[in-house]
């Protein structure tokens, strides 16, 4: 087995992407649920998702900051930065920046359809990076 700085940058870029799409599918299949389950913002569960879906979208910024940078060093060494399937994804990621954003800073809280439109966004990326 041969491991070198670009397989740590590819682990460093798959772990960041299993934060950034694995906490959507825990929010989507376990923890929003239950939170509706428990009446919402209306209810007292509105007290443990808060602090929970601050600290996650915190941390989803982070993972998408080394997602960027791990990304564009890849894409640098492998010389992807002509490649359609590169473009593609950039376009799903800046896609992916600009609603997190607003979800984080402008709507403050569970708005289903923006949560539904980054996860969707997030699983093309996904996709569209098996190709690259
Ligand atoms: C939300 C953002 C992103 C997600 C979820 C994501 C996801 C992934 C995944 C799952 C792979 C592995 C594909 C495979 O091995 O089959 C991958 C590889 C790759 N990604 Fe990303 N990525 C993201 C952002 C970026 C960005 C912003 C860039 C470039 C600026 C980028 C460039 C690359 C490159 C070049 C590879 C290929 C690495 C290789 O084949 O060794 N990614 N990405």
Request: glycine share 10%; aromatic share 8%.
């Amino acid at each position: 087995m041969h491991l070198d700085g670009w397989d740590v940058l590819l682990w460093l870029h798959l772990l960041a992407m299993a934060v950034f799409v694995g906490g959507q599918l825990v929010f989507g299949l376990a923890l929003a649920p239950v939170y509706v389950k428990q009446g919402g913002s209306e209810g007292s569960a509105h007290e443990w998702m808060q602090p929970i879906a601050r600290r996650f979208g915190w941390a989803s910024l982070g993972a998408l900051v080394v997602l960027l940078a791990t990304g564009a060093s890849m894409a640098s060494h492998l010389d992807l930065w002509s490649s359609t399937a590169l473009d593609v994804k950039l376009g799903l990621v800046a896609v992916a920046i600009v609603l997190t954003c607003i979800h984080v800073f402008v709507v403050h809280g569970s708005n289903r359809l923006l949560q539904a439109l980054i996860l969707v966004d997030s699983l093309a990326i996904v996709l569209v990076a098996t190709t690259l």
